[in-house]
């Protein structure tokens, strides 16, 4: 009998969760905060039906802990949140990028700072996410926009925590969170899962953080017989402790090449209308929904306008906005913050355009109409002068 797909009408967090699933997640361990808390909920009910583990943590700091440790375990593992617990967890998230452990951090953002605005739409952790821990370290962010998007990009962000051994960040707003919209599931053969290498050396030859080619270490299950060294600290090639700044730079190295050298494959980025645009909505979230209908306003005024969806935000996808830097006049970066990502594209667009903004804090979201008015601003500007 041919298998049926699913269509289901679900939030955002709701596919979240589905897509954690269907990515081998068999580890949750998390706390309870607005408005993420859907996602534990789910997976509450739907872990134990596939043999998998959810736990209700005391806090954020200690479900970041647990899953570093089940990932440790061999057992593909994540944790949801928003602002005040995202901010709690940096320090193991930092663990995690120094022990080169894959798991998932998942973040829907909130009105910020402190408590905030907990039932409110907001784009401010961007920063936060790139550089929430300290130290000098690359990292994985990604952002949905639609509930598809949610489910999709689940997957995709456990394949490149496996694939790069590293903590990733998947970044939704309240609104997208909380939207609901039909998504089709697809069949099990149809994803392609990636699974973290393993060793295939015994374990008394096993070298846990050696370098190779792909800068990716194969990584070994505790549990399995291999035996090795985890620590927080700057470490040799076998976990242990190390101030040898001969082996200190080369650990730092790597630990960024395996990034930088594979930028192409993390790089996501979408485009609607840029042929000819001559004005470019640079957007992310649920902001880029209201700019692509603001951008087909735009289009029945006369006004050439386009929009550049970044679904990658960390490492910046420079590329593609030096692509619509060269062919348009204006890039206009409409945020839920006070101007984050606006300052990666003019950093990036380097004089090349004009760059303007629009950025709102009042807990609303950014509306086709708001988005409208501005393009409409700018384009008279440029006409004028």
Not at 31 to 55: D, N
């Amino acid at each position: 009998m041919e298998k049926k797909k699913r269509e289901l009408l679900l939030q955002g967090n709701e596919a979240v969760a589905e897509g954690a699933l269907a990515a081998g997640c068999r580890f949750f361990a998390g706390y309870p905060i607005t408005p993420s808390t859907e996602i534990a909920e789910y997976l509450s009910q739907k872990l134990p039906q596939v043999g998998g583990v959810f736990v209700q943590m005391e806090d954020e700091l200690a479900s970041m802990a647990a899953v570093i440790g089940a990932s440790l375990a061999g057992a593909k593992s994540m944790t949801a949140t928003s602002g005040p617990g995202f901010s709690l967890m940096q320090e193991n998230i930092g663990f995690a990028c120094e022990a080169e452990v894959p798991c998932l951090v998942v973040d829907v953002m909130r009105g910020g700072p402190s408590t905030g605005l907990p039932t409110s739409p907001a784009q401010g952790d961007v920063m936060q996410a790139r550089w929430g821990t300290h130290g000098d370290h690359p990292i994985i962010v990604l952002c949905a926009s639609s509930v598809p998007e949610c489910f999709h990009m689940t997957v995709r962000a456990f394949n490149l925590s496996e694939r790069f051994r590293t903590p990733v960040i998947l970044l939704l707003d309240e609104v997208v969170a909380h939207m609901r919209e039909k998504i089709t599931l697809p069949l099990p053969e149809e994803l392609e899962i990636i699974d973290r290498v393993r060793p295939t050396v015994p374990p008394e030859w096993y070298i846990p953080y050696e370098d190779n080619a792909s800068g990716v270490p194969p990584m070994a299950p505790f549990g399995e017989g291999y035996r090795y060294h985890v620590t927080g600290l700057i470490h040799d090639i076998r976990g242990f402790p190390t101030s040898r700044s001969d082996e200190i730079g080369p650990f730092f190295q790597r630990l960024f090449r395996k990034i930088s050298q594979n930028f192409a494959e993390i790089h996501m980025s979408e485009t609607f209308e840029i042929e000819d645009a001559e004005i470019t909505v640079v957007a992310y979230g649920s902001v880029a929904r209201s700019a692509k209908r603001a951008v087909l306003e735009a289009r029945q005024r006369g006004i050439k306008a386009g929009l550049l969806k970044l679904m990658t935000l960390w490492p910046f996808d420079r590329p593609a906005v030096e692509r619509v830097a060269r062919g348009s006049r204006v890039l206009l970066v409409p945020e839920m913050n006070m101007g984050q990502i606006s300052r990666e594209v003019k950093r990036v667009n380097n004089g090349v355009c004009t760059v303007v903004t629009l950025n709102k804090v009042d807990g609303t979201l950014i509306t086709p109409d708001e988005i409208l008015k501005r393009i409409t601003e700018v384009y008279q500007d440029e006409r004028d002068n």
